[in-house]
C-alpha cells in the first residue's frame, strides 16, 4: 500500500493507500478539494501496524510529525476500498486504526482523526431507493459496525469514494441528465417510503449512505466524500460518455450545488468536504484520465470557476444538448443507436 498526500489549506487527508492528496477549493458550505497523487510515495503494510502499536508510532514520526502543525493534516486514512483491494487485510484494518489513533494520542496530537476509506459500490447493497440502503454482509458485522462505533468514539468521519458515473455504467435505467446535474422537469426519482425526491445521482448516494448508517444505528456520523468526478477521456471505446463535454457539466453541477448549501434531502448541512478526482491527468496508455488540469498544468475546462459563485444557466443546457449531439452521433457512425 502506499501513502499519499491531501496538500489543502483548509484540510489535509493524509493516506496509507491510495487515496490522494487534494488543493482546497474555495466554497461557502462544503469545503471541496482535489486530489493529488505523489510520484514517490512511502509504502507500509497494514498488518504490521496492527501487530504493534510501536511501529504506529514509528510510521508518524516519519510521516507526519516532521509536517504536523505547519502543514494541517485533519485525518488519516487506513487504506482505500480495503474490502475491494485488500480483503485480506479486513481483520488487520480495525487494530491499525486504533493503534495509529492511540500513538496520536501518545504524541499528544488530538487533532488529527484515524479513518478507513469505501468505495460506495463495494459496500452499498441497494443505491435506490436511498432508504432501502444497507451495508454488505459479512463486512457489516465484520468490519463495518465496529468501524462505526469507533469513529463515534473519537468524533471522527466516515469516508467514501462516490461516483455517479460508475453506477451510472452498471444501472442503464438510469438517464444521463440525473447524474449529470440537469434539472429536466420529469429529470428526478421519488423515494417512495421517505417521500422524498431526488433531482441528481450524487445526493441520491449520498443519501444511501447516511440510511446505511442510520440503520447500522449511526446515523450522525460525519461523512466525507473523499473523491468524486467524471472522467474527461477513456481508452475503451465503448465507454463513450467519458467525454470532456459531461466531465464539465458534472464538475460545474457538482460545484453549484456544494456552493448552495443545500446538502441532501437526508442531511441539510451536506458533506463537510468532497475531494474532485483528480487534479492532473495521468500518463496512461489505458484506462480513464480524470484530472482538471492537464499533465503540462494547463486548464483543461474553460468554464468551470473553481472559486466564486458562478453557477449553470441556459448556456450549460445548451452544451448538454451539443454533448448529446455528440455521443448521438458518435453512436450512429459505429452502427448502434442510443437515445439520451
Not at 432508504?131 to 458485522?141: D, G, I, K, N, R
Amino acid at each position: 500500500m502506499s501513502s499519499y498526500f491531501f496538500l489543502s489549506l483548509t484540510a489535509l487527508l493524509f493516506t496509507l493507500s491510495l487515496l490522494p492528496g487534494s488543493t482546497s477549493l474555495p466554497t461557502s458550505a462544503t469545503t471541496i478539494g482535489a486530489t493529488y497523487s505523489a510520484g514517490t510515495a512511502a509504502t507500509q503494510m497494514v498488518p504490521p501496524l496492527a501487530a504493534n502499536r510501536s511501529n504506529a508510532l514509528r510510521w508518524l514520526y516519519v510521516h507526519v510529525v516532521p509536517f504536523y502543525p505547519r502543514t494541517k493534516i485533519s485525518t488519516i486514512s487506513v487504506g482505500n476500498d480495503p474490502l475491494e483491494s485488500s480483503p485480506d487485510f479486513s481483520t488487520f484494518l480495525l487494530p491499525a486504526i486504533r493503534n495509529l489513533h492511540l500513538s496520536l494520542r501518545d504524541l499528544s496530537i488530538r487533532k488529527i482523526s484515524v479513518s478507513t476509506t469505501f468505495s460506495f459500490i463495494s459496500i452499498i447493497t441497494t443505491p435506490f431507493p436511498p432508504s432501502s440502503a444497507q451495508f454488505l454482509e459479512p463486512a457489516l458485522y465484520t468490519v463495518v459496525r465496529p468501524l462505526l462505533q469507533f469513529l463515534r468514539d473519537t468524533n471522527s468521519s466516515f469516508l467514501v469514494n462516490l461516483y455517479p458515473y460508475n453506477l451510472y455504467k452498471i444501472r442503464s435505467e438510469i438517464p444521463i441528465g440525473f447524474p449529470l446535474f440537469q434539472e429536466h422537469p420529469f429529470g428526478f426519482r421519488d423515494d417512495l417510503t421517505t417521500g422524498v425526491r431526488y433531482r441528481n445521482l450524487f445526493d441520491m448516494m449520498v443519501d444511501a449512505v447516511i440510511s446505511a448508517m442510520a440503520v447500522a444505528g449511526y446515523e450522525n456520523i460525519p461523512l466525507i466524500v473523499t473523491e468524486t468526478g467524471w472522467p474527461s477521456f477513456s481508452t475503451d471505446p465503448a465507454e463513450i460518455d467519458a467525454n470532456p463535454i459531461y466531465a464539465e457539466l458534472y464538475l460545474k453541477g457538482l460545484l453549484c450545488h456544494l456552493r448552495s448549501g443545500k446538502g441532501t434531502p437526508l442531511r441539510k448541512e451536506g458533506v463537510s468536504e468532497t475531494y474532485i478526482y483528480e487534479l492532473l491527468d495521468k500518463q496512461m496508455r489505458k484506462g480513464r484520465n480524470w484530472g482538471i488540469l492537464y499533465p503540462n498544468l494547463t486548464a483543461k475546462y474553460k468554464y468551470i470557476q473553481f472559486s466564486g459563485s458562478y453557477c449553470r444557466g441556459f448556456f450549460d443546457m445548451l452544451i448538454m444538448a451539443v454533448g448529446q449531439f455528440l455521443v448521438f452521433a458518435f453512436l450512429r457512425g459505429n452502427g448502434s443507436f442510443s437515445l439520451l
